[in-house]
C-alpha cells in the first residue's frame, strides 16, 4: 500500500501577508492593538517591528515581557502560516522565552524563521532585537499543524 499523495504547496497565506504589508489588507485585531507591523515575509520567515513606548510599560517602566512576546508570537504565526496548503491551519503547542536586556521607548523587530516543519509540526526560533540590533529576548515556538474540521473557522 503507498503513502497518501500530499497536495501541493500554494502560496495563498503567503499572499495574504505580503497583501498585510502594502496595507491592502486590514492586520488582525492583536496587531492595532499593541502597535506591531509585519514587515517583511517569505516562505518560513517573518519580521514585524514595534515602536515601543511608555503605554507598553510593566510597573517597573521597562517594556512589559509580554509586548516582546505578542510581537515574536505573531512573526512566528506569520512564518508558519506560510508552510501551510489550502486546508490547513496550525495552533501554538508551546511559547518560550528568554529574555537578554530590558527594553524602554525603543523599537523592537522580531525576526522568525521556521527551523523545521514536519506533516504535522513546525518548529519556529525567534530573534527580537532593538533599535541598535542588540538581541533583547529569543524565543521558540512549537505549532501543531490542523486539518479537516479542526481547521475550520481559524
Not at 500554494?10 to 489588507?25: F, S, V
Not at 502560516?81 to 522565552?97: G, K, P
Not at 513546525?122 to 527580537?128: A, F, K, R, T
Amino acid at each position: 500500500m503507498s503513502a497518501p499523495k500530499r497536495r501541493a504547496f500554494t502560496l495563498i497565506e503567503l499572499e495574504y501577508c505580503r497583501a498585510l504589508i502594502k496595507g491592502t489588507h486590514e492586520p488582525p485585531p492583536i496587531a492595532s492593538l499593541i502597535g506591531f507591523t509585519l514587515v517583511e515575509v517569505d516562505v518560513g520567515r517573518a519580521v514585524m517591528t514595534c515602536e515601543t513606548s511608555k503605554r507598553h510599560a510593566n510597573p517597573m517602566g521597562t517594556l512589559h515581557g509580554g509586548v516582546i512576546c505578542d510581537v515574536a508570537d505573531g512573526a512566528m504565526g506569520c512564518a508558519i502560516a506560510t508552510t501551510l496548503e489550502d486546508d490547513e491551519s496550525f495552533t501554538t503547542i508551546d511559547l518560550n522565552v528568554k529574555f537578554f536586556k530590558p527594553v524602554w521607548n525603543d523599537v523592537i523587530k522580531a525576526s522568525a524563521v521556521v527551523v523545521k516543519r514536519t506533516k504535522n509540526l513546525g518548529h519556529l526560533e525567534c530573534d527580537v532585537t532593538n533599535k541598535d540590533g542588540a538581541v533583547v529576548a529569543k524565543l521558540y515556538s512549537t505549532c501543531m499543524v490542523l486539518r479537516g474540521d479542526d481547521a475550520k473557522g481559524r
